[in-house]
């Protein structure tokens, strides 16, 4: 069978992407180098950002640099793409019209495994960017799946990009309080689950180690559709 090579669009943010890739080759079963799965990363962090231009299409559009970027990782012999950056799904169909491989849809794929584990799933939360809630994209996701769902407070939204901006991003210490509170207003408004709709969140989630099972990880989710698509096996926790 022909190795499957996995490409990255990432510099959406780059922790994320880095942190993605780490995440593949933690999840993957193997016990030698080559067993490993071939990536391509374009850790591209000069892509305009997605929720500015989501809420505000005078500001520079970042889907021709992606739709680039897409091509080059196909011209590179890439059998998939993923993007490790929830937001910017909002382009996720101009993009896959843009190439001739398969992309991973990270929403699909989180909504899927949150289904899948989670006992009584019913209505689940998001935590994710403005722009990605102005968007729509996880919600259709979610009612596809005849799901309902919650969005934070617009005082709970804001704190929540002050987070994910102004300390993940900017390479600083998550407030973790204030996080876990947003969190759990959620869960008391009867989500029985939280989805980490921002891969910025994710590296909240690893940073401190946050393994509760009604916590689902987008990132996560599409480290493991990536191994599984690529024929790897998923590494048994230990």
Same mark, same amino acid.
Not at 25 to 35: G, L, N, R, S, V
Not at 44 to 58: G, Q, V
Not at 63 to 68: N, R, S
């Given at each position: 069978?022909?190795?499957?090579?996995?490409?990255?669009?990432?510099?959406?943010?780059?922790?994320?992407?880095?942190?993605?890739?780490?995440?593949?080759?933690?999840?993957?079963?193997?016990?030698?180098?080559?067993?490993?799965?071939?990536?391509?990363?374009?850790?591209?962090?000069?892509?305009?950002?997605?929720?500015?231009?989501?809420?505000?299409?005078?500001?520079?559009?970042?889907?021709?640099?992606?739709?680039?970027?897409?091509?080059?990782?196909?011209?590179?012999?890439?059998?998939?793409?993923?993007?490790?950056?929830?937001?910017?799904?909002?382009?996720?169909?101009?993009?896959?019209?843009?190439?001739? !491989?398969? &992309? @991973?849809?990270?929403?699909?794929?989180? =909504? %899927?495994? *949150?289904?899948?584990? /989670?006992?009584?799933?019913?209505? !689940?939360? &998001? @935590?994710?960017?403005?722009?990605?809630? =102005? %968007?729509? *994209?996880?919600?259709? /996701?979610?009612?596809?799946?005849?799901?309902?769902?919650?969005?934070?407070?617009?005082?709970?939204?804001?704190?929540?990009?002050?987070?994910?901006?102004?300390?993940?991003?900017?390479?600083?210490?998550?407030?973790?309080?204030?996080?876990?509170?947003?969190?759990?207003?959620?869960?008391?408004?009867?989500?029985?689950?939280?989805?980490?709709?921002?891969?910025?969140?994710?590296?909240?989630?690893?940073?401190?180690?946050?393994?509760?099972?009604?916590?689902?990880?987008?990132?996560?989710?599409?480290?493991?559709?990536?191994?599984?698509?690529?024929?790897?096996?998923?590494?048994?926790?230990?």
């Amino acid at each position: 069978m022909q190795e499957k090579i996995l490409g990255v669009l990432g510099g959406v943010g780059p922790l994320a992407t880095v942190y993605f890739a780490d995440l593949v080759i933690k999840m993957t079963e193997a016990k030698t180098d080559q067993e490993h799965i071939p990536m391509v990363i374009l850790n591209h962090a000069s892509i305009p950002d997605r929720t500015a231009y989501i809420l505000d299409n005078s500001k520079p559009d970042p889907l021709p640099v992606m739709i680039a970027d897409a091509k080059r990782l196909q011209a590179d012999g890439c059998s998939c793409i993923v993007i490790p950056c929830n937001t910017a799904h909002y382009f996720y169909d101009a993009m896959q019209a843009s190439v001739e !491989i398969p &992309i @991973l849809n990270i929403l699909e794929e989180t =909504v %899927s495994y *949150a289904e899948k584990t /989670v006992p009584n799933l019913r209505c !689940i939360g &998001i @935590l994710a960017t403005e722009g990605t809630v =102005v %968007s729509g *994209a996880y919600q259709s /996701v979610i009612q596809k799946h005849n799901l309902d769902y919650r969005l934070p407070t617009k005082e709970d939204q804001a704190s929540l990009m002050h987070i994910i901006y102004d300390q993940v991003k900017a390479g600083e210490k998550a407030d973790i309080c204030e996080f876990l509170r947003i969190v759990g207003a959620l869960k008391k408004a009867g989500c029985d689950a939280v989805v980490l709709g921002c891969t910025e969140l994710s590296i909240i989630r690893k940073d401190f180690n946050l393994m509760q099972p009604d916590i689902v990880d987008s990132m996560e989710c599409l480290a493991r559709a990536s191994i599984l698509f690529c024929g790897k096996k998923i590494k048994e926790p230990s």
